[in-house]
């Protein structure tokens, strides 16, 4: 992490003044750009690249558990679910289950139908003679 720091730094700094500053020495940081990613970073490459195709394929519907099944069982790659689950957070996917349709009226019913009694006069000669309520779902403006 700190040679990471140092790389995006350099080209305000000299390379000298940043590796006393973070106490490290500069055949250390030379030695870092001249090594490959690790094979643990290697592997959650893999992982995130495969986490990402699946959750695309999904039309970013499937969660950290679904899309581990997608890996196991489709890409064929071993790993545990919180690796899994680390991966999408790092990279700001999350499930996004479809709002399902959910019938709110229903006109074919045997139930008794209240009478409208005030048959849109809502004006009162005095208070409390009627009383009235908006249960409509405000629309959002365009």
Request: charged share 25%.
């Amino acid at each position: 992490m700190r040679y990471a720091w140092i790389q995006t730094q350099r080209d305000c700094y000299r390379l000298a003044l940043l590796c006393r500053v973070l106490e490290v020495s500069r055949s250390g940081y030379y030695a870092w750009r001249r090594r490959g990613p690790s094979a643990t970073a290697q592997r959650r490459q893999e992982i995130a690249q495969a986490a990402q195709q699946s959750h695309r394929d999904s039309h970013g519907t499937y969660g950290y558990r679904r899309v581990h099944r997608d890996l196991i069982e489709d890409h064929e790659i071993a790993c545990c679910r919180e690796t899994v689950r680390q991966v999408m957070a790092e990279l700001g996917l999350c499930g996004r289950p479809k709002r399902r349709f959910v019938t709110t009226t229903e006109s074919n019913h045997a139930e008794p139908i209240a009478a409208n009694l005030l048959q849109r006069n809502f004006t009162a000669t005095r208070p409390d003679q009627k009383w009235l309520a908006d249960i409509s779902v405000p629309q959002k403006a365009a």
